[in-house]
């Protein structure tokens, strides 16, 4: 267990501490000298059970806030520290709001300096404190008056044993989660370098686990780890956490950085959250307002845009995006609070909704269905309505993982729905239900069946104008995920790169079929130089006409590609050009390029075909035109992906 203190300056928070565990958290000598905390101080102390229980003490000037906001968020355990003779201070409840915006609903009270006071003070100051918590979260909690200077002190001891009790039997939080740390403070240590401490949000961490530092994405290995200050093998959710790393410098890390799970987090400068303002908040928030934003550990800008109305009044909920000038990381259910832009007052909070928020089209009603299928999602609802929301599309498996924060094995799909292989890793496949997949299976057929019925003389079209027909916008990988299905049962047909309905034929007259077989034994045999209509008219003694329309059919059927009007090459010579291409392209690469990323020119390539210049060009502007390479300059460079062009 985790216990934060919170409380006005100068109210004994380190000193409850220390008389509790023996550790003045005040580490720095400023500190010391000055006799208030600045920083995030750690106290640890052995439980009779055999674990640690750990103390987050934090700063009470107001001052410094941000500070006490990074140090509360991941606590599960709220000691408010309210001194008998000041009572109730403003830094008590703001802090107290702090809580409360976080959803820490677990704590006690500790009235410190009773030795201070008498009676009748403390019963006044008790009485205040139950009003101030009576519509809170912390309603009801334990109080225990206490003298910490007095080593004898009887508060004291009986506030150790409830702390004690509690966190034995607090049940761990889950830690099947993908690994999330909220850093909170970096430094190095002689003879082991770099080392980051937080709270684990999420998941679990080994020694020898690879990390990534988020949101820059840089990659660490965990060399040795220590929880709650002591040596282990591994770290858990809820459990504070030192991380010694190796392959990253401690300039690279700041507090309000993650380490995480390099599958947990994408980046992103715009979140859409659900937001609500304290009642005294004084302030009317309308688009474009700033606000400062305490996330995790991170504290930064971001400016308001409203998906609900034209303002947000003091005491009111809405849905916001938060637009921030560098890119953040959180996942849905992730807790924040909001200050006003003098960052002197704290005037909201509420949680994460999408982490990945667009820039536009962000008021539509398809936009809210989806944000209403995360709310249902974080509410146990499951992910069936946010599967909805994501049809015809789908959702990335990568990007299911990270809205629900968990691995694929631990993901309790629906019974309707299904995965939808696109790749070779698994993170690249769909989800999505078994009617939103038909339904994508049957869009592509009736898009085909149109096409036959404005062109029937055409043998078919290439999958990617078939896409645009069909879902322009859908996910490539997936779209060939479709056209794959269909074709592997049967329900279209592939001719060369042609795709058509298998009773989709383009049919030969048996004199046609007699002369089909002698051009293309004609192209076939010319290699990469065939002859132009005019010579094969004059060869086979027939008019250029009738070859022409003859080679449109060969066209459609994918026997034959023409490279310009009047110019069939044979498919085979076509395959064979291709690979040549790609084959010069590889030769052509610098070091650690690829093929994709190297071009051919003109003069090397009619050095390869033996062509002239003229054709040379031609074919290249045949293979650009069609898609499998693409001109940057005076080199052709060939395209990436999947696609099978030949």
């Known amino acids: 267990m985790i216990v934060g203190t919170a409380g006005h300056i100068d109210h004994g928070k380190t000193t ?11 580490r720095l000598k400023e500190e010391q000298a000055r006799g208030i905390s600045i920083e995030l101080g750690y106290a640890y102390t052995p439980l009779p059970n055999g674990e640690v229980l750990g103390f987050i003490d934090v700063p009470g000037h107001e001052h410094l806030v941000h500070t006490m906001v990074a140090g509360a968020s991941g606590i599960d355990f709220a000691l408010l520290v309210i001194a008998a003779d000041d009572g109730v201070m403003p830094q008590t409840r703001e802090h107290l709001e702090i809580l409360q915006w976080l959803g820490v609903n677990t704590g006690a009270v500790a009235l410190t300096k009773i030795d201070r006071v008498d009676q009748t003070r403390i019963a006044e100051v008790t009485r205040e404190i139950q009003q101030l918590l009576a519509n809170t979260m912390l309603a009801g909690v334990p109080m225990f008056p206490v003298a910490a200077h007095d080593i004898q002190d009887v508060g004291t001891a009986t506030l150790r044993h409830h702390l004690h009790e509690i966190a034995q039997r607090m049940q761990p939080r889950r830690d099947n989660g993908l690994f999330r740390l909220a850093i909170d403070r970096v430094f190095t240590l002689a003879g082991h370098g770099t080392v980051a401490t937080g709270t684990i949000f999420s998941g679990q961490v080994r020694v020898g686990d690879h990390v990534a530092l988020m949101p820059a ?20 959710a809820g459990q504070r956490c030192a991380l010694n790393l190796t392959g990253i410098d401690k300039d690279a890390i700041k507090r309000g950085d993650w380490l995480a799970d390099p599958r947990a987090m994408t980046p992103s400068t715009r979140i859409d959250v659900e937001l609500q303002l304290s009642a005294q908040a004084g302030v009317l928030l309308r688009n474009r307002s700033p606000l400062h934003v305490h996330l995790g550990t991170l504290h930064q800008v971001a400016h308001v845009t409203l998906l609900e109305g034209n303002t947000l ?5 809405s849905r916001v995006q938060l637009q921030f000038e560098t890119p953040v990381c959180a996942i849905p259910g992730d807790r924040f609070i909001v200050r006003n832009a003098q960052a002197n007052m704290t005037i909201g909070g509420g949680h994460v909704l999408d982490p990945f928020a667009p820039a536009r089209k962000r008021r539509t009603p398809e936009r809210h269905a989806w944000l209403d299928g995360i709310e249902h999602m974080m509410n146990g609802a499951g992910i069936s309505a946010l599967l909805q929301a994501a049809a015809p599309a789908g959702l990335r498996l990568s990007v299911l993982m990270q809205l629900v924060g968990l691995p694929s094995a631990a993901l309790q799909l629906p019974d309707e729905a299904q995965s939808i292989v696109t790749g070779s890793q698994e993170q690249d496949n769909f989800v999505m239900s078994s009617a939103q997949w038909q339904s994508l299976r049957t869009l592509a057929v009736t898009a085909l069946t149109s096409f036959h019925a404005r062109f029937p003389d055409e ?13 322009p916008a859908l996910d490539n990988a997936l779209w060939l995920a479709v056209v794959d299905s269909l074709s ?25 079929q007699v002369l089909a077989q002698q051009l293309l034994s004609t192209l076939a045999a010319a290699g990469f130089d065939p002859p132009w209509v005019r010579e094969l008219a004059q060869a086979h003694k027939i008019p250029e006409e009738s070859v022409r329309q003859l080679l449109r059919k060969l066209l459609r059927q994918g026997l034959i590609y023409q490279i310009e009007r009047d110019l069939f090459y044979h498919h085979e010579r076509v395959r064979e050009l291709a690979t040549l291409l790609a084959s010069v392209a590889a030769g052509q690469r610098p070091e650690h390029g690829s093929a994709a990323t190297a071009g051919v020119n003109a003069a090397r390539w009619r050095d390869a075909t033996g062509l002239g210049r003229k054709r040379a060009i031609q074919i290249l502007e045949f293979f650009d035109r069609i898609g499998y390479t693409r001109r940057i300059r005076d080199a052709h460079v060939l395209r990436g992906g999947d696609v099978v062009w030949f």
């Open 459 to 471: 043998q078919g079209v290439d999958a990617a104008r078939l896409r645009r027909m069909t879902l």
């Open 217 to 236: 994405g840089d990659i660490a290995r965990v060399r040795s780890l220590h929880v709650q200050n002591r040596s282990a093998a591994s770290g858990h």
């Open 313 to 317: 009044s003091p005491g009111s909920r």
């Open 488 to 512: 592997g049962d049967e329900t279209i047909q592939r001719s060369g790169p042609w795709l058509h309905l298998p009773q989709h034929k383009i049919t030969l007259s048996e004199d046609e």
């Open 16 to 26: 409850l501490i220390k008389a509790l565990t023996g550790v003045n958290t005040d």
